[in-house]
């Protein structure tokens, strides 16, 4: 079954980076465009970042635009999120999914990461 699962989170110092990852098993990963989803305390599910599966198509939030860059490595099966220029309003779980989804589409529970990773933006 598809099993996804993120890791590299911690707490950061406003202005501070992280690099997120996301291995992934049980599907064929260079068949399928991948997503970043996030979810801060008591809000709803917020798309965040997509990519292509050869990696060459990648979308953002106009949220995380300039600051935060998606990459896959096709040989590992796995997706990254570098985030850099943190800022306290980046402070959520982060969730990778299996998919190419968009503002207007977020994937289903069954399409993303179980457990996610805990990003704290804090001074």
């Known amino acids: 079954q598809v099993q996804l699962v993120e890791s590299g989170g911690g707490l950061v110092q406003p202005g501070g980076s992280l690099r997120l990852s996301c291995a992934a098993s049980?599907?064929?990963?260079?068949?399928?465009?991948m997503t970043w989803v996030r979810q801060a305390p008591g809000q709803g599910l917020e798309w965040v970042s997509a990519?292509?599966?050869?990696?060459?198509?990648?979308r953002y939030a106009d949220s995380v635009k300039g600051r935060f860059t998606v990459s896959r490595d096709n040989a590992k099966n796995t997706l990254y999120l570098q985030m850099n220029s943190l800022k306290p309003e980046d402070t959520a779980v982060y969730y990778c999914?299996?998919?190419?989804?968009?503002?207007?589409?977020?994937?289903?529970?069954?399409?993303?990461g179980g457990q996610g990773t805990q990003v704290t933006v804090s001074s």
């Open positions: 999914a299996k998919g190419f989804y968009n503002a207007h589409l977020l994937p289903r529970l069954g399409d993303r």
């Open positions: 049980g599907f064929t990963f260079t068949s399928y465009g």
């Open positions: 990519i292509n599966p050869a990696g060459d198509i990648k």
